[in-house]
Nanobody
Framework: QVQLVESRGGLVQAGGSLRLSCATSGRTFSSYAMGWFRQAPGKEREFVGA????????TYADSVKGRFSISRDNAKNTVYLQMNSLKPEDTAVYYC?????????????????WGQGTQVTVSS
């Protein structure tokens, strides 16, 4: 069983930055694609971005493209979400997810393991 633990989120002012991390257990992290999703109150969970197992390919939702970036350190079994130029509409619970297939996907149904989520609040 793979366990994913996100770092604590927080409260940040609009225009600010925040980096989330997601540490995973298990020896197979390096073979998994990793994704980030978010869920705002009253809304469905939505795709934010994902990174291929090798780290050489990433994809992002249009709403965060150019502001967010994902990276991974396979030696540390950790994936990161760097969030810059944050906006109030980025406020949500952020989840990391692991996909046994090493290739990225955008649907929640394509991911096999999930973290518990961490709250990010952006004030205006």
């Amino acid at each position: 069983q793979v366990q994913l633990v996100e770092s604590r989120g927080g409260l940040v002012q609009a225009g600010g930055s925040l980096r989330l991390s997601c540490a995973t257990s298990g020896r197979t992290f390096s073979s998994y694609a990793m994704g980030w999703f978010r869920q705002a109150p009253g809304k469905e969970r939505e795709f934010v971005g994902a990174i291929r197992w090798s780290g050489d390919f990433t994809t992002y939702a249009d709403s965060v493209k150019g502001r967010f970036s994902i990276s991974r350190d396979n030696a540390k079994n950790t994936v990161y979400l760097q969030m810059n130029s944050l906006k109030p509409e980025d406020t949500a619970v952020y989840y990391c997810a692991a996909r046994r297939s090493g290739y990225v996907a955008k649907s929640t149904y394509d991911y096999d393991y999930w973290g518990q989520g961490t709250q990010v609040t952006v004030s205006s």
